[in-house]
């Protein structure tokens, strides 16, 4: 029988003798994929792109990514390569992309994408903590690209502007937050403390009013009427061009009935992405502070 120790000292050794080798090939991966030329799947990838300053080649759903994103803009110059979960893929084999990148385990297998470019998925969350798992994207994809200090840049950017922004919440006290957007006349998504905002939430000592049952992604659907219960609470509407729906139900007497409204305590604010990373946790923090910042 072989000695345990001798394999690892071999395995180890191995290793050293190899670890250069592997380098060059790290150093010659990143350099084969043309920065200009990398296609986003998803909407995730494309954030972390632009967190990078790197600006896709094309990117699935151009229009709903305007309606349901908003921040950060796309340029205008990208391709839009057709639906998130069905791209066009005979466009993108056309589009000759030096990459490809997507948000894992949704949209086309990655079987099928390897056969016109080498690429990888992102992950949008552990189901704990999205924000983190975003940083830790970030920092894969700059490592990726061979744009580390970039990251390094724009997470310390990141930490600067959050810190800015939280002497703006100091006179609110422990007063809860509700954060919704109107799917239709009868249900809301609502935000739990597994979503992409608590952490911004938690610096800025807001606590979230949510604690009812939650999903994987740190939102849940749940009846209107589910509203009613939220007394001493402000509640944020994240709008994305749904004024129609959302007009009749504010005319409704349910609506007109909830505490939240009766003091005025409802805002309707712009469309922030609920499954992003750390450009929209800017976005929202900038929108937080545009509905609440600096009031009691």
Same mark, same amino acid.
């Given at each position: 029988? #072989?000695?345990?120790?001798?394999?690892?000292?071999?395995?180890?050794?191995?290793?050293?003798?190899?670890?250069?080798?592997?380098?060059?090939?790290?150093?010659?991966?990143?350099?084969?994929?043309?920065? &200009?030329?990398?296609?986003?799947?998803?909407? !995730?990838? /494309?954030?972390?792109?632009?967190? !990078?300053?790197?600006?896709?080649?094309?990117?699935?759903?151009?229009?709903?990514?305007?309606?349901?994103?908003?921040?950060?803009?796309?340029?205008?110059?990208?391709?839009?390569?057709?639906?998130? +979960?069905?791209?066009? #893929?005979?466009?993108?084999? *056309?589009?000759?992309?030096?990459?490809? /990148?997507?948000?894992?385990?949704?949209?086309?297998?990655?079987? +099928?994408?390897?056969?016109?470019?080498?690429?990888?998925?992102?992950?949008?969350?552990?189901? =704990? =903590?999205?924000?983190?798992?975003?940083? &830790?994207?970030?920092?894969?994809?700059?490592?990726?690209?061979?744009?580390?200090?970039?990251?390094?840049? &724009?997470?310390?950017? @990141?930490?600067?502007?959050?810190?800015?922004? =939280?002497?703006? @919440?100091?006179?609110?006290?422990?007063?809860?937050?509700?954060?919704?957007?109107? !799917?239709?006349?009868?249900?809301?998504?609502?935000?739990?403390?597994?979503?992409? %905002? *608590?952490? /911004?939430?938690?610096? @800025?000592?807001?606590?979230?009013?949510? $604690?009812?049952?939650?999903? @994987?992604?740190?939102?849940?659907?749940?009846?209107?009427?589910?509203?009613?219960?939220?007394?001493? /609470?402000?509640?944020?509407?994240?709008?994305?061009?749904?004024?129609? $729906?959302?007009?009749?139900?504010?005319?409704?007497?349910?609506? *007109?009935?909830?505490?939240?409204?009766?003091?005025?305590?409802? *805002?309707?604010?712009?469309?922030?992405? %609920?499954?992003?990373?750390?450009?929209?946790?800017? &976005?929202?923090?900038?929108? #937080?502070?545009?509905? !609440?910042?600096? =009031?009691?």
């Amino acid at each position: 029988m #072989l000695d345990p120790t001798l394999i690892s000292r071999r395995r180890l050794l191995t290793a050293l003798a190899i670890s250069p080798l592997l380098l060059k090939m790290n150093t010659a991966r990143a350099a084969a994929i043309d920065p &200009h030329r990398i296609v986003a799947l998803e909407w !995730l990838p /494309v954030e972390l792109m632009l967190a !990078l300053g790197i600006a896709p080649y094309g990117v699935a759903d151009i229009p709903n990514y305007n309606m349901w994103v908003n921040e950060p803009k796309i340029p205008a110059s990208t391709i839009d390569i057709g639906l998130r +979960t069905e791209p066009n #893929l005979e466009l993108l084999t *056309q589009m000759k992309p030096s990459y490809l /990148v997507w948000s894992a385990g949704y949209g086309p297998s990655p079987e +099928t994408l390897a056969r016109i470019a080498p690429g990888r998925g992102f992950t949008f969350s552990d189901g =704990k =903590k999205p924000l983190t798992m975003a940083r &830790h994207s970030i920092n894969e994809m700059a490592q990726l690209l061979d744009r580390e200090a970039a990251a390094k840049e &724009h997470l310390d950017h @990141f930490d600067r502007f959050i810190d800015s922004l =939280k002497p703006r @919440f100091a006179a609110r006290g422990d007063r809860p937050l509700l954060m919704v957007t109107l !799917l239709d006349a009868r249900h809301v998504l609502v935000f739990g403390k597994n979503c992409l %905002f *608590q952490e /911004v939430l938690d610096r @800025f000592n807001i606590p979230n009013a949510w $604690e009812g049952e939650m999903t @994987f992604w740190g939102s849940t659907t749940v009846g209107i009427d589910r509203l009613a219960q939220f007394r001493d /609470v402000d509640v944020l509407c994240f709008d994305h061009g749904n004024d129609r $729906e959302m007009q009749k139900l504010m005319a409704t007497p349910l609506w *007109q009935a909830m505490p939240f409204v009766r003091e005025q305590r409802f *805002q309707r604010v712009p469309a922030v992405w %609920f499954y992003g990373a750390t450009l929209s946790a800017m &976005h929202f923090a900038r929108v #937080l502070d545009g509905a !609440l910042g600096g =009031k009691a």
